[in-house]
């Protein structure tokens, strides 16, 4: 497999920081990208503001660093005006949870066939460690200096309450998992969304006591199960531990909104009215 | 895949109100695809669109917010399609930081603002010219911008197609300028036949540059560099960061200002085409009356009947209200003693003509802002108290 | 049965020394350097690709030939 031939190799290395998990996303992504068998010159990447936002630059498609917390409205018009193209954002827990929150909703509604990556490192990094909807209770962040009061999403359940017909969840201390979870994501016809735990060891770390990038990836291991181990967890073990792994799948192509739309074409083309 | 019918319009005459005639307009330009929110008064343009463009196997999507909508169309014209959205103050207002960005990308597409008494959420059911200043300023930073006012139902269609033609050629944003008035008058307007019709396309690089270290934001002699539809094979990044031709971010100040000076350059290098205005200043004429969108109607009728009463007055009427035709009204200012400004507004407009203007010629401003249309008489007295 | 190249350091000066690679490798086949990533012992290397799936910075690689 050669994933560099994805990657616009003059523009790395990449601004992240030393031990970020979002370069192991991409490297995730790169990698079920090889494996989808999908067309690379057909293939646009969209992403909004953020960390997340800059993995787009990276990445040897078409592709689109748009303003904050929109990547997905920008998205819809691209597969819209182009149902062939596969196209794929890249979003952040502040970018995709917070101020693109609507967005995120409501084209999950629509079961639009958009493939939503977001890296949620539980923290505003590139402004500097402000609390993001995914900061934990209780950690701090630069605006939560005495513990984060606000409660966080499930973003799986979100979407998938919402309309999305495809929701999954990894981490970066799994990449194989990550890697496969991705693959299915790009090949599903529908809406799909994959939430992607990574460690901020710079920003979120500095501030929680955990700034070694390996550390956190163990908590991560700690704080995760795979979904089928999850199911025979107790409540309470539920309620702490995150499930991994595929967590909804409905296949059913016809129900997708280009398509659905493609047949309001057909309808009013037969009638010959203009 | 269906086969896409080309809206090809026929010679006719028909009775519509100002939004359809912008979406026929679009039509006939060769738009497919529409994002908006619904809003008073422009959601019949959103209704027109949702029953016309499947007809033509365009797209039409009703999208969650009205940034959305913006952010959609911005995504469809990257696609290679002709993309327009339509609003009121409260949406434009919402809208403003992706059209910077279409600005800042070079997306050509069209915005459609019909105007209603502001600020906040106003009158919605009442004409205005509030936003000509939101319209050239309201996102953040320096940017070039073309926005054009029609004051009839039959110039709703005729520049909605040249606004498409302008976003295209000059891979540049436009603003149609509607208001309240404007926007809901029903007229008889003539619909040309396609083959009277000018439409232009954006330029596109050749196939062959595919693999040629293509640069998306090279600079060309015309300043306009070519766009490639996403899905073509480029593989190139689009930002709203500035950029070097290459489209990847930079940060050095020397790129940022040759940016800037690009994008200024392609719109103020084609002022002859994009400057659309109506003048009927005769030699003898001593005032001038100088207006856009609704106020044009009042202005009209206003000389007229002040000429038949033997006064020495003219008409100077902008289709085009940015850029602003500063050499054009500066030349006006050397023709007539005075300049009087109507606008639905406390007066937005009128600093520009008096800037235009210098001290060759006193400017009076007549401002309406309270939902009301000016009426003729309002020109009339303030005309025969300065002649 | 896959057969593996050993790790490689494909792009040496893209190491942000995380040392994310070597806490992964089962069988301490790599060591960070003062300049970056090093290749401590390669006959330890059972190609499992640990490193090179998680590496955030593209810096290793592991030529897998599934037959």
Same mark, same amino acid.
């Given at each position: ?8 190799? *003059? ?8 031990? &970020? ?6 490297? =995730? ?17 969209? =992403? ?188 309470? #073990?539920? #309620? ?12 059913? /192509? ?11 074409? !057909? ?8 | ?50 029953? *016309?463009? $499947? ?7 009703? @999208? ?32 403003? !930081? ?9 997306? $050509? ?58 976003? *295209? ?17 029903? !007229? ?16 596109? /690089? ?8 293509? +640069? ?10 070519? @766009?490639?539809?996403?899905? =073509? ?24 200002? +040759? ?83 109507? !606008? ?32 003729? #008489? ?10 | ?13 893209? &190491?942000?020394?995380?040392?994310? &690679?070597?806490?992964? &490798? ?22 499992? *690709? ?18």
């Amino acid at each position: 497999m050669d994933i560099y031939k994805y990657l616009r190799k *003059e523009k790395l290395p990449h601004i992240w920081c030393p031990g &970020c998990g979002h370069g192991t996303i991409l490297n =995730s992504f790169v990698r079920a990208f090889d494996k989808s068998g999908l067309n690379q010159d057909k293939t646009v990447v969209i =992403s909004g503001i953020g960390c997340s936002g800059r993995a787009t630059g990276y990445l040897n498609f078409d592709s689109l660093h748009t303003t904050h917390g929109r990547a997905i409205a920008f998205a819809t018009g691209v597969k819209m005006a182009n149902p062939e193209l596969n196209v794929i954002v890249m979003t952040g827990d502040g970018d995709g949870a917070a101020i693109g929150g609507n967005h995120l909703i409501h084209a999950a509604r629509r079961n639009i066939d958009l493939t939503v990556i977001l890296f949620n490192n539980q923290i505003y990094g590139m402004t500097g460690g402000q609390f993001s909807p995914m900061t934990p209770e209780g950690a701090n962040a630069t605006t939560a200096p005495y513990g984060n009061i606000d409660r966080n999403f499930d973003l799986c359940q979100l979407t998938k309450a919402a309309g999305a017909t495809f929701t999954a969840r990894g981490a970066t201390f799994n990449p194989r998992q990550l890697t496969n979870i991705i693959k299915k994501a790009l090949l599903h016809k529908g809406f799909s969304f994959v939430e992607s735990f990574t460690q901020c060891p710079v920003r979120y770390g500095k501030l929680n006591q955990t700034a070694d990038p390996v550390d956190m990836l163990k908590l991560q291991k700690q704080k995760t199960a795979d979904i089928k181990k999850w199911l025979q967890f107790s409540d309470e #073990e539920k #309620e702490i531990i995150y499930p991994l792994g595929v967590l909804n799948e409905e296949i059913n /192509p016809e129900n997708e909104y280009t398509f659905r739309y493609q047949k309001i074409i !057909e309808k009013t083309l037969e009638k010959g009215v203009l | 895949m269906t086969k896409t019918k080309v809206y090809k319009p026929q010679k006719r005459g028909i009775l519509v109100q100002g939004d359809q005639a912008v979406v026929e307009g679009a039509l006939a330009a060769g738009v497919e695809f529409f994002a908006g929110y619904p809003i008073t008064p422009a959601s019949e343009i959103a209704e027109g669109f949702a029953r *016309e463009l $499947p007809k033509v196997g365009g797209k039409f999507l009703q @999208m969650e917010d009205e940034i959305a909508g913006m952010a959609a169309i911005v995504g469809a014209s990257l696609a290679g399609k002709k993309a327009i959205t339509a609003t009121s103050g409260p949406g434009f207002s919402l809208k403003q !930081e992706n059209l910077g960005f279409a600005i800042m990308i070079e997306a $050509p597409l069209v915005v459609v603002n019909v105007q209603r008494v502001g600020p906040s959420t106003g009158l919605p059911t009442s004409p205005s010219q509030g936003d000509v200043m939101q319209s050239r300023w309201g996102r953040n930073g320096d940017q070039p911008i073309i926005v054009l006012a029609p004051a009839s139902v039959q110039e709703c269609f005729d520049l909605s197609i040249t606004a498409v033609n302008f976003s *295209e050629k000059y891979r540049q944003p436009v603003i149609l300028l509607l208001d309240e008035v404007i926007g809901h008058l029903r !007229e008889k307007i003539i619909i040309k036949k396609a083959e009277e019709l000018d439409i232009w396309e954006r330029k596109r /690089p050749a196939l062959n540059e595919r693999r040629n270290n293509f +640069n998306p934001y090279q600079e060309t002699d015309d300043l306009i560099p070519p @766009m490639p539809d996403y899905g =073509s094979g480029f593989r190139y990044h689009a930002s709203g960061l500035f950029h070097d031709q290459t489209g990847f971010p930079s940060g050095k100040n020397k790129t940022a200002k +040759n940016l800037m000076d690009r994008l200024t350059k392609k719109i103020t290098a084609n002022l002859s085409e994009i400057l659309l205005y109506e003048k009927d200043v005769r030699k003898e004429d001593q005032a001038a009356v100088l207006s856009f969108g609704s106020a044009v109607r009042t202005a009209i009728s206003a000389v007229h009947t002040a000429r038949k009463a033997g006064l020495k007055v003219g008409y100077f009427k902008l289709k085009t209200i940015w850029p602003f035709p500063e050499e054009e009204v500066a030349k006006l200012a050397e023709e007539v003693d005075t300049i009087i400004v109507p !606008e639905l507004n406390q007066g937005q407009l009128i600093g520009e003509v008096k800037k235009a203007a210098g001290c060759k010629a006193d400017v009076i401003g007549i401002n309406d802002y309270s939902g009301l249309l000016l009426k003729p #008489e309002e020109i009339r007295s303030v005309l025969e108290e300065v002649l | 049965m896959a057969r593996s190249d050993k790790v490689q350091i494909e792009n040496p000066d893209w &190491c942000k020394k995380c040392g994310i &690679c070597v806490s992964v &490798c089962p069988t301490d086949a790599l060591k960070l350097g003062d300049k970056g990533i090093e290749i401590y012992n390669l006959d330890s290397c059972i190609s499992c *690709e640990q490193c090179s799936l998680i590496c955030p910075d593209f810096v290793l690689k592991v030529v897998v030939n599934y037959d």
